[in-house]
């Protein structure tokens, strides 16, 4: 679970665009989870500015899933474009800051995700099945 800091309303609607932000590799492997979802975030803080409404501060940790990741670019693009839509960041005050650990595994994503993993694995062992049975079954024939 990542540390979390701030006003819970603002923090959750932080937390609830990030997880829009599609992991790559989660869409690679036909699961289509954001980097929450996925167990990137390491941390998150939000910080009101009183004196001006839209100029709140975002300030995030995130981890790769490997040290060999490309997609850095990719997240600082995009999850800047997703925070600056709620009308209480400035997206000249996101901070993301990349986390130097790289001991990320399945067990980090939510059990959604790793429900749908499951699933997707079995459904995957069934059609191996189904093709298996057919091809023997023409052979025999």
Known sequence: MPEEAGPPAEVALVRAALDEVLDPCSVGRGLD????????????EVDLDAG????????????????ACTFQLYF??????????LDFVDPARVTIAWSDRFDWSDSEMSQQVIDRMRERIQQRRDLAQRRTLAATAARGA
């Open 33 to 44: 989870a954001g980097i929450v979802d996925m167990g990137l975030l390491v941390a998150l």
């Open 52 to 67: 001006s409404p839209a100029a709140g501060r975002v300030a995030i940790e995130l981890r790769l899933t490997s040290p």
């Open 76 to 85: 600082d693009r995009t999850i800047r474009e997703r925070l600056g839509r």
